[in-house]
């Protein structure tokens, strides 16, 4: 089973549920172009049994043309980290924060905003 979220800000309003999810997965191309628009794709453990070499995700979400965004404690570390940084985050300090994630393997440091 799968769980399509319409973009990001309804994934981070879900991040206590995701519950036995794998991993969330995106058009990267659609992504690169319009974070703020595009599904993110949920799948629970079950349907990561078949996983596609090539494309290196779960078949189900290679058959949707998705690739990683990251793995859950992943992106539930970055919205932690976001929000203990800047409790007044925006949605572009997420998608930057994601970005600056799955580029660097690290935190985005962040800088305090002039009041």
Known sequence: MHWPFS????????????????GFYVNLASWETSPLSTAVYGFQFDDAEEFDEEAGVP??????GLRTLLVVSNLEDVVLDTLVSDSQARLEDYIEAVNYYREFDSFKPF????G
Do not use: N, Q, T, Y
């Not at 973009?7 to 794998?22: N, T």
């Not at 078949?59 to 949707?64: G, I, S, T």
């Open 59 to 64: 078949k189900v979400a290679a058959d949707l």
């Open 7 to 22: 973009d990001l800000v309804s994934l981070i309003r879900a991040r206590h549920s995701f519950g036995r999810m794998e």
């Open 111 to 114: 800088k305090p905003r002039a």
